[in-house]
T-cell receptor, first 113, second 116 residues
Framework: DAKTTQPPSMDCAEGRAANLPCNHSTISGNEYVYWYRQIHSQGPQYIIH???NNETNEMASLIITEDRKSSTLILPHATLRDTAVYYC??????????????FGDGTTLTVKP | DTEVTQTPKHLVMGMTNKKSLKCEQH?????MYWYKQKAKKPPELMFV???????INESVPSRFSPECPNSSLLNLHLHALQPEDSALYLCASSHGKGPKNTGELFFGEGSRLTVL
């Protein structure tokens, strides 16, 4: 699985959009980008995933660059409850090993009032 | 039911004790995982079971022994642990192969282990 690089920390004002970048320059053609977040002392929570098209769900939007070497997770209207560690992971979708999701160091997002 | 349930939530054990962590899911998932997470670090993969068979062992010491008795249940047996094994142990599950597989992992809340 490809390695990812994320900034260690970011701040965001409550109500504003939070844009979290992830670099995955060694991603291969059949690897997907997944985002999870982990609120303090809880298990990680899935947010969104994508291959090459931009994706949106009720939680967030995922923008993947055309060369797929980087992506951005967008939380459109951040709230205090979005304060968490955000992990970007790349992995094979139909991995016959049932998947090997390797977590990088993540970005600690702090949403401030 | 979209939950992964882990028990116990907290466990304190001595280095000579034998204990077990339990993980259960009823979502029909056929892949289950154990991760270990130290404070302020990302989760580290330990084991993966696919269709009740061990498919990945990330060179975990033998004092950790996983078991998957059926498709809903995953255990982690602990014996002769060291204080540095103190951590949050996370269980996760996902669909196995097939059209339902989105690659999404569903995590439990974890079992916090302290080894004295």
């Amino acid at each position: 699985d490809a390695k990812t690089t994320q900034p260690p920390s970011m701040d965001c004002a409550e109500g504003r959009a939070a844009n979290l970048p992830c670099n995955h320059s060694t991603i291969s053609g059949n690897e997907y980008v997944y985002w999870y977040r982990q609120i303090h002392s809880q298990g990680p929570q899935y947010i969104i995933h994508g291959l090459k098209n931009n994706e949106t769900n009720e939680m967030a939007s995922l923008i993947i660059t055309e060369d797929r070497k980087s992506s951005t997770l967008i939380l459109p209207h951040a709230t205090l409850r979005d304060t968490a560690v955000y992990y970007c992971i790349v992995r094979l979708y139909f991995n016959t090993n049932a998947g090997k999701s390797t977590f990088g160091d993540g970005t600690t997002l702090t949403v401030k009032p | 039911d979209t939950e992964v349930t882990q028990t116990p939530k907290h466990l304190v054990m001595g280095m000579t004790n034998k204990k077990s962590l339990k993980c259960e899911q009823h979502m029909g998932h056929r892949a289950m995982y154990w991760y270990k997470q130290k404070a302020k670090k990302p989760p580290e993969l330990m084991f993966v079971y696919s269709y009740e068979k061990l498919s990945i062992n990330e060179s975990v010491p033998s004092r950790f022994s996983p078991e998957c008795p059926n498709s809903s249940l995953l255990n982690l047996h602990l014996h002769a642990l060291q204080p540095e094994d103190s951590a949050l142990y996370l269980c996760a599950s996902s669909h196995g192969k097939g059209p339902k597989n989105t690659g999404e992992l569903f995590f439990g809340e974890g079992s916090r282990l302290t080894v004295l």
